[in-house]
């Protein structure tokens, strides 16, 4: 560990430095404005800073650093004052004057207080770019104040295209600006008309994630910059409560794999309804030794005042640059002091009723619109923020000087703009699949995750240009990825002899199923797997949920992503998970996705080797989504697809298994398999079919969601042609019987189009029975095994169940003798 600066001699020394704040621009700067004002410790800071950067010889876009910082408080103030209009008005006026109640909302909203606070952090994120020259990444783990964030870039001009179109800085512009702010209006296309959202959304100029989860960016963050890149992540204090994990950042961070991050709490010590927790024991104090405790370096500054957030990313930076050379040097090991900041403020500081419970939402306790003192509240306050257009002109251009230094503009930043592809696709390794497919006893048997293991290996070696993540829960040997294990290792700051585990380890874990899932999603500038028990996998679904309508709003506005894909593999599965009792049974995490548009979300049951290896292969060439694959884990599975049958499978979705079945030209049923052991006693039902002479095929679904009804034009696009779907399920053979993975009923729901009526189309699945069982014991109680396949069949075929079953089967079946030996 790095030794921390002593507190004491850092303090005298920003008191010396306090002392030769000269000049006149420092001087205009230091006066404030309105309620911006900077104390003696934020002036000797960034004097400090100041003296530093001149020595450095570093002058940013080339405009002198207290003209930046003085341009910053009037466009923080201004902005403040469109983000309370934003809530309350319906009118804005340049020139400053008083609103009447007809300018007012008759229905006021907005996250105010959040959004006030927000303002000075960006205002003070965009200043520090602008003084160095480097437009760094920003993200924001509280969405709902990103009224901040269009507010600011709305007054700078870095909007994205749906923004620049409607608002300008103009009486008009703006009161458009604020109308669209929670209008709810469709357009005529019945899509919503506002680009505005109450959460970061796809025209966020440089947003990352909506931020509608609390606690998600706070596990991503240190994940996200690759080397040369620079983030700044604004976190909020009510998010430390709600997700537990980021306490484990700084073993994270490594400066060979990783850019600088500059993690900053907003600290206004309110939820919506009450003081956060720590607020009511401990605060700030508290908090400081608690980031002490678990690695950090925080450092605490004013939250009210811009320049001190422009001073405190320049100064965490500095210290994690050092810490980043005492590695280099061999002065330090990890995990290094990782610097935090904690910025300071009342929620809602600079407006009438800072500090108070309503200062989240509606501050003004009324409704200015109809209630006088409300108003009154309104306009005083307001016009201590207002900045005169000149001014605020003025201000604007000085931030605006981005082609001095030959920078993007921050709407622009490099992590929202990933753009990722495998410079080499390394040939597969399959096994071979026996002739005679209809003969069991010839079938040969392999684990799915193995080729998953090394499918994934074999593309992060053929890339190395491309930073590896996974995300790992435990269980990774179990789970059979044993040779990615042994080449990417487990990331620690303290090896253990023996164990594959290494400083700079590539897979990251943690009993924490959203915080590694977070390690991969976050690394969209490199290739990442994540995995876990199938069960276990619902704690992943809402940072799942985030990633995927995000994506899906930032294609549909025209900004598709570049990320390669991800594959959430669900293993140790519900029903290779018999022996651990219902617990460890669920498939609900692939039912929630299928609800999900399938374009975006794809959920994908892997039936063999084979299969897994293509699978995971074109995963690796698509970008922007994410991939549920359902992959069995134990050696038992067999061998079915050939690699051109795999291939075929997963470019249509399903495929009908020509060498199964029986007279497929004379067909009276269709069985569908969903489901590697689904599939085994799907073709168990279909030899006895054969024995008795019944014509039908036998079809796999591998992708259930490409054959739904679309709700999408992106579902469109993805659906199986029409063709397809006749060929595989012809409208002629209206009797289907359906095997699934899953519960029956979501299956029937996503497959409606194939759906013939009551008792022509029956589907069996989980029934939510478990226990310390086998799988074909699982399969029995839940009534899919091959037996339950022949006796739903008999009625739909107007047979008796004796015709499909023997008398001893049939006792098993209703439960009058033990089916072991009998049907498992």
């Not at 921390?4 to 020394?13: E, H, K, L, M, T």
């Not at 992959?631 to 199964?660: H, I, M, N, S, Y």
């Not at 060929?727 to 899953?742: D, G």
Request: with cysteine; net charge neutral; hydrophobic share 40%.
């Amino acid at each position: 560990m790095l030794p921390r600066q002593d507190a004491v001699a850092r303090r005298s020394q920003e008191q010396v430095a306090h002392h030769r704040i000269n000049g006149p621009e420092a001087h205009r700067w230091a006066a404030g404005y309105g309620p911006i004002q900077h104390s003696a410790e934020t002036q000797a800071r960034v004097v400090a800073m100041a003296e530093a950067l001149a020595a450095r010889g570093n002058d940013g876009d080339g405009v002198p650093l207290f003209d930046v910082l003085h341009a910053a408080d009037r466009v923080a103030s201004a902005a403040m004052w469109l983000v309370v209009h934003e809530t309350y008005a319906r009118n804005v006026y340049l020139d400053g004057r008083e609103l009447a109640a007809g300018d007012f909302k008759p229905q006021p909203e907005g996250h105010t207080g959040g959004s006030l606070n927000m303002v000075p952090a960006y205002a003070g994120y965009m200043a520090i770019n602008a003084l160095t020259g480097l437009t760094r990444s920003w993200v924001m783990g509280q969405g709902h104040c990103v009224a901040a964030i269009d507010s600011i870039n709305l007054l700078l001009d870095n909007m994205m295209p749906a923004h620049a179109e409607r608002y300008a800085l103009t009486d008009e512009g703006l009161s458009r600006y604020v109308r669209d702010f929670y209008s709810y209006r469709l357009g005529a296309d019945g899509k919503q008309d506002s680009p505005l959202g109450s959460h970061v959304n796809a025209h966020s100029a440089g947003g990352l994630a909506e931020g509608g989860y609390l606690g998600f960016v706070e596990l991503q963050y240190v994940h996200m910059p690759l080397p040369g890149e620079r983030l700044v992540a604004f976190l909020s204090d009510g998010a430390f409560e709600e997700q537990r994990g980021s306490d484990w950042t700084p073993r994270w961070w490594r400066s060979a794999d990783s850019g600088l991050v500059t993690p900053i709490m907003i600290k206004n010590g309110r939820r919506i309804d009450q003081r956060t927790t720590m607020s009511q024991h401990g605060g700030t104090d508290w908090f400081v030794r608690h980031l002490l405790l678990n690695g950090f370096d925080p450092i605490v500054f004013d939250g009210r005042d811009p320049a001190a957030f422009t001073w405190a990313v320049w100064e965490m930076e500095s210290r994690l640059e050092a810490a980043a050379e005492a590695i280099r040097t061999g002065r330090a090991q990890y995990p290094v002091p990782l610097p935090y900041g904690v910025a300071v403020a009342p929620k809602g500081a600079g407006f009438y009723g800072e500090g108070t419970n309503l200062a989240h939402n509606l501050p003004l306790m009324a409704n200015p619109h109809t209630d006088a003192a409300a108003a009154r509240h309104f306009n005083e306050s307001a016009r201590r923020l207002w900045v005169p257009l000149p001014e605020l002109r003025d201000a604007a251009t000085k931030l605006r000087h981005h082609g001095r230094s030959n920078r993007p503009r921050e709407k622009d930043h490099p992590l929202a703009n990933r753009q990722v592809r495998l410079q080499t696709v390394p040939p597969l390794a399959f096994r071979p699949v026996p002739r005679g497919r209809r003969d069991s006893s010839r079938w040969t048997r392999s684990s799915p995750m193995s080729a998953i293991d090394d499918t994934f290996l074999a593309a992060v070696q053929a890339n190395p240009h491309l930073r590896p993540r996974v995300g790992n829960p435990d269980e990774m040997r179990s789970n059979r990825l044993v040779r990615t294990l042994e080449a990417l290792k487990f990331r620690v700051t303290d090896p253990e002899p023996g164990i594959p585990e290494d400083v700079h380890g590539a897979v990251v874990t943690a009993l924490n199923e959203e915080a590694v899932a977070c390690a991969a999603l976050a690394n969209k500038g490199g290739i990442n797997l994540i995995h876990t028990y199938e069960a276990f996998g619902p704690k992943m679904q809402g940072v799942l949920r985030q990633e995927i309508i995000f994506a899906e709003h930032c294609r549909d506005a025209g900004r598709r992503q570049g990320w390669l894909s991800v594959p959430l593999v669900l293993t140790s599965h519900t029903w290779e998970n018999a022996k651990n009792e219902l617990s460890h049974q669920d498939p609900s995490l692939a039912e929630a996705l299928l609800g999900e548009h399938s374009d975006v979300a794809r959920v994908v049951f892997v039936p063999d080797f084979n299969t897994a290896a293509v699978t995971l292969r074109g995963l690796y060439q698509t970008h922007g989504q994410i991939w549920a694959l359902v992959v069995p884990k134990t050696p038992v599975v067999p061998d079915l697809f050939t690699p051109e049958e795999a291939a075929c499978l997963l470019e249509q979705g399903a495929l009908r298994l020509d060498w199964a079945g029986h007279e497929a030209g004379r067909q009276r049923l269709i069985l569908t398999a969903v489901g590697a052991y689904q599939l085994e006693e799907v073709l168990k039902a279909s030899a006895r079919l054969v024995e008795r002479d019944l014509p039908h095929t036998v079809v796999y679904l591998l992708e259930p969601g490409r054959f739904r009804k679309p709700r999408t034009a992106g579902e469109e696009g993805h659906a199986a042609a029409a063709r397809l779907r006749d060929e595989l399920y012809s409208p002629a053979v209206p009797h289907r019987l359906f095997v699934s993975h899953t519960r029956p009923e979501p299956l029937l729901g996503v497959l409606e189009p194939l759906h013939t009526g009551s008792g022509k189309s029956v589907a069996l699945g989980f029934l939510g029975k478990g226990g310390t069982l086998t799988t074909s014991g699982l399969l029995f109680i839940n009534g899919c095994t091959w037996a339950h396949v022949l006796s739903r069949i008999a009625p739909m075929l107007g047979l008796a169940r004796e015709n499909l079953l023997t008398a001893e089967e049939l006792a098993a079946l209703d439960n009058r003798t033990t089916p072991e030996g009998v049907i498992i």
